[in-house]
């Protein structure tokens, strides 16, 4: 086992013939080959609490290169381990051999019958792109776990997924029809029906070896297999028990693909699997039960199952308050509740027939009247709404692990699967058991299957794990009670595979060691899961031991609000730590990222654009924060943040925000970007190029002088090209035009008016497009504003401090912040909002500014600071705006600054346009439009930034016709859509300008 702190290239007895795979693979393979220390530590880890150094890892791009690396692993006897999202919750994803990450390329549809309703895929596919492709056939793939934007159907025919409507549509065992796998001695077997399979091969061989493996233990497979839907503890041996030998399969047969399902890729490599599709519903409808104590959620469940729903889903209190705190997520619960419910249930109807769904809405209604809660359910018939909600509840587990602190909810329990009779005692009993151990569990998922998601807040540096062996000890007394299945869903890895002795007994322990042994002689494919584990609290696997320490460090910003403490019974938060605490308080925001892997979706929102082009952990969320995670806990070496891997980690970062936003536990890697790059500047310097950007404020004045001969040199390509490339800029962009000096314009008192405003020009609006300030100004005077500047005679303009920040001069930038801080204040002070043009820079002032430690004061600039836009919106709800404007009869096509959308500041820009009539708003689904400030100007970024930019923003523009107004307050995004598209955007200020009447 490697150690937490091995800086070595695999363990010592290993590294020759590791060192001579990774020389071979190289050689052999297209795809990539990641030998060196943070690769692996990337992969050390999956949403479980274990971590294991991998010996290596791989990325085949084609089947061939899959076929080589399992031929060159077996010729080096080295374990291999195929890993799908790493969403695995057990511990199944991590081990000490090498990893085959398959979700780069391939993850291909191969075959498709829409009239038999099935699909043939490769591995690696995600199963929301899955069901993308699908809908228009009218077909879906019905297993719809929480992780349906990240998840593959390799993982999750390896772990034997359900998800939340299997009462109406069952498990992936119940959904995959064959499995096309590569065997432990390089054979390519293909497992389907047992009537069907070859009459000699080794799939013959092994149906025959196995069958009596299963014959020779029936009656303990009778005995002790549990007799729940969610159970998936083992090898499905019971697919060949002679008195009922049809349990996965609607026509009875026997199915030895069935056993592949589950086995946690300790059988076979899956190279395609073939799935049974069900028929998308046509309508469904959605009522939210509200019960005023967790009990009766529970105890109505089996009541509630009767009016045949294809869905009960649980979310409790904890969740409710945790999704209360969350920006995205409270104006989604808030419609759910009705006054302060301790628990409420999802119940979903689905069917071909709206009005039938509705009749069952008002079944429920009645039935929750009949049974004593009248008043008590929300009917949503409404797609959006429901779909809405769908999200915080398959959001659940991120959801949970927002807490603060160092005690978190761990997995280790959280699906044991009951009988719905017995569900309601068996919580309240479970919750004893916590309550006696000084802790409490929170609780959420399948009521509908008898599966609860319930974990215990435990810290695991601190006792967690003793306590977690004597919770797991007295649950696993109520789950044999209650004749159910202590592995409900989530597998066994090394979190319960000690338990399956204990499930099922020692003579099919042993027959499950003899499948094992049948189809992996060598105990090569991800050895040490379902059979021989290791115990679930051997330290020397977890991610935090108690050994593990954070390497000393000063951080730039105040992080001590996430160096918490909290009641593990009350859920209570105790008084963040100091400033001086502050060390602590940036590894445990780095430690929020439990590894869930929301991060990796492609389909909605604005996380992560450099994953969406590149695919590759490294310039993902979540790599990154394992990467950092490794920094700061000296497992990278002793630079820490100021490592070479923490630089390449954060490469690509955008810093778009849009895990701050989206990510569910709060990561905000755009501002541990800036640590780490003020960390590198200070270990390596500042390059000429660093300090061109971050000294523009300064600079611009003097830029705006020599305008015309700058642009002159730009007309020169002979001259401009050299220079860009001798500072590192791309050539292929225009160097920033510095052709105005909107504050410099402008001298005297403002006039008089009713009301007042501050309106904060940037450099950007200020030296490059004045036109914009100009505009604000016009629209801020007509709507009866007498209009303050950030200037003062003889002073340099104020400046938010974010090309500092960017550039890694921290100093400089809280220089700068506290400059416009003092200078807002007066204005502050009496009350005059501080509106501004640039979302970076004004979000600033809501967002970087409050972890300066500058007190009080930064906290009222933040209430008081508005970008334009969010100013008039404010201004007319409260009944203070007349703005008269005229028709602009046309399409509007806006795009959305990445700070705007994090902020959640996009919609007052949509409200703000739907004022001028005629005129016909939509907006771009889009993610980071990819300039980023100096990113897309970077020579060695230019190419990635395009590729961003083609996600989605520059296809929208060019189905554009050339009537369309581009709008984009970004002055970045203006920039890119300029280069990217040869057409021009406009600040929102400029269309309002043009309908004034």
Request: aromatic share 8%; glycine share 8%; with cysteine.
């Amino acid at each position: 086992m490697t150690s937490l702190t091995d800086k070595s290239v695999a363990p010592d007895a290993r590294v020759k013939p590791v060192t001579e795979l990774a020389a071979r693979l190289s050689r052999e393979m297209e795809g990539e080959v990641l030998f060196d220390h943070a690769a692996r530590g990337r992969y050390s880890t999956d949403a479980s609490i274990y971590q294991v150094m991998p010996l290596g890892v791989v990325i085949p791009r084609h089947q061939r290169d899959l076929t080589t690396v399992l031929e060159a692993a077996r010729d080096a006897r080295v374990p291999i381990l195929a890993r799908g999202a790493g969403t695995s919750q057990c511990g199944q994803t991590v081990g000490e051999a090498l990893v085959i990450d398959t979700t780069r390329w391939l993850r291909e549809i191969v075959e498709f019958d829409r009239e038999a309703r099935t699909v043939v895929v490769e591995p690696g596919i995600v199963l929301d792109h899955l069901n993308a492709w699908l809908k228009p056939h009218g077909l879906w793939y019905p297993v719809d776990v929480s992780t349906s934007a990240q998840c593959t159907l390799g993982g999750m025919t390896g772990n034997n997924s359900c998800g939340s409507r299997s009462i109406r549509y069952g498990n992936m065992v119940h959904n995959v029809l064959g499995v096309e796998a590569w065997l432990a001695d390089g054979s390519e077997g293909r497992f389907g029906f047992f009537d069907e399979l070859p009459l000699k091969g080794r799939e013959r061989q092994l149906a025959e070896r196995v069958k009596a493996i299963a014959e020779g233990v029936s009656a303990e497979i009778r005995e002790h297999f549990p007799k729940v839907l969610r159970r998936v503890g083992g090898y499905n041996l019971d697919l060949f028990d002679c008195q009922n030998p049809k349990p996965y399969d609607p026509q009875g047969r026997v199915n030895l693909a069935h056993l592949l399902v589950g086995s946690e890729g300790t059988l076979g490599v899956s190279r395609r699997i073939k799935l049974r599709l069900s028929p998308l519903p046509a309508h469904k409808v959605l009522g939210v039960v509200n019960f005023p104590t967790f009990y009766q959620a529970m105890d109505f469940t089996q009541h509630i199952v009767t009016l045949d729903p294809t869905a009960v889903e649980l979310v409790d209190r904890t969740m409710i308050d945790l999704s209360l705190e969350n920006p995205a997520f409270r104006p989604v619960i808030e419609k759910a509740l009705i006054g302060q419910p301790q628990a409420v249930l999802l119940v979903e109807f689905a069917g071909e027939e709206r009005q039938a769904q509705l009749a069952s809405l008002k079944r429920l209604t009645e039935l929750m009247a009949d049974l004593g809660l009248p008043g008590s359910v929300v009917e949503m018939p409404d797609a959006a709404e429901q779909a809405a909600l769908w999200n915080v509840r398959k959001a659940g587990l991120n959801i949970m692990m927002s807490m603060k602190g160092d005690g978190k909810p761990v997995s280790f329990i959280e699906d044991c699967a009951v009988p719905l009779e017995h569900l309601a005692e068996y919580t309240d009993r479970l919750t004893e058991v916590f309550h006696r151990h000084g802790t409490e569990g929170t609780w959420y998922a399948h009521a509908s299957v008898g599966t609860l998601h319930v974990r215990p807040i435990l810290d695991m540096r601190r006792g967690g794990a003793r306590k977690m062996r004597e919770i797991a000890e007295e649950a696993s007394v109520l789950v044999r009670q209650y004749k159910g299945a202590y592995s409900g869903e989530h597998g066994d890895g090394l979190c319960r595979g000690e338990w399956v002795a204990w499930q099922f007994g020692e003579p099919l322990n042993e027959a499950f060691r003899a499948v094992k042994g049948a189809f992996d002689p060598q105990n090569l494919l991800n050895p040490g899961k379902i059979v021989d584990t290791p115990k679930m609290d051997d330290e020397r696997y977890f991610r935090f031991p108690v050994r593990y320490q954070r390497i000393p460090l000063t951080p730039l910003f105040d992080w001590s609000a996430w160096n918490v403490t909290r009641d593990p019974l009350t859920g209570e938060l105790g008084e963040p730590g100091s400033a001086g605490d502050a060390t602590h308080g940036l590894a445990m925001a780095v430690e929020m990222c439990n590894n869930n892997g929301h991060c990796r979706k492609f389909d909605a929102g604005t996380m992560c654009p450099s994953y969406r082009i590149t695919r590759d952990e490294q310039h993902l969320t979540r790599g990154r924060a394992n990467t950092l995670r490794l920094a700061l806990s000296g497992q990278l070496g002793e630079q820490g943040l100021a490592d070479d891997a923490v630089k390449e980690a954060l490469d690509l970062c955008v810093s778009c925000k849009g895990c701050k936003r989206d990510c569910p536990t709060g990561i905000d890697m755009a501002k541990f970007k800036i640590e780490a790059r003020a960390a590198r500047v200070r270990t390596k310097g500042l390059a000429l190029r660093d300090r061109l950007i971050g000294e523009m404020p300064r600079y611009a004045p003097w830029a705006k002088r020599f305008a015309g001969l700058l642009s002159a040199v730009e007309r020169l390509d002979f001259l401009a090209q050299p220079l860009k490339r001798a500072l590192g800029f791309a050539p292929q962009r225009r160097f920033p035009a510095f052709t105005s000096d909107f504050l410099g314009e402008y001298h005297g008192t403002p006039a008089l008016a009713a009301g007042e405003v501050v309106l904060f020009v940037d450099t950007f609006n200020n030296y490059m497009e004045g036109d914009n300030a100009r505009a604000a100004k016009r629209v801020l005077e007509a709507a009866g504003y007498r209009v303050h500047l950030n200037l003062k005679p003889g002073e340099r303009p104020l400046c938010c401090g974010r090309t500092y920040l960017s550039s890694g001069q921290f100093a400089k930038a809280k220089d700068e912040a506290r400059r416009t801080l003092d200078a807002l204040m007066p204005y502050v002070e009496r009350g005059v909002a501080v509106v501004g043009l640039e979302p970076s820079c004004l979000l600033g002032m809501r967002d970087e500014f409050l972890q300066y430690g500058f007190g009080e004061q930064a906290r009222a600039l933040a209430d008081a600071a508005m970008l334009f836009e969010e100013f008039l919106v404010k201004a007319r709800q409260a009944g203070e705006l007349t703005l008269d404007l005229k028709p602009l009869p046309g399409r509007a096509l806006l795009h959305g600054h990445c700070h705007q959308k994090a902020f959640d500041a996009l919609r007052p820009v949509e409200q703000v346009l739907s004022w001028i009539p005629e005129l016909t708003v939509e907006t771009v689904d889009s993610s980071c439009c990819g300039m980023a400030g100096s990113f897309g100007y970077e020579a060695e970024h230019y190419d990635a930034s395009l590729q961003m930019a083609e996600l989605s923003l520059l296809p929208a523009i060019r189905e554009a016709d050339d009537d369309t107004v581009l709008v984009a307050d970004g002055t970045s995004c203006r920039h890119q859509i300029r280069d990217g598209s040869g057409r021009e955007a406009i600040h929102v200020a400029r269309l309002l300008e043009r309908a004034l009447t």
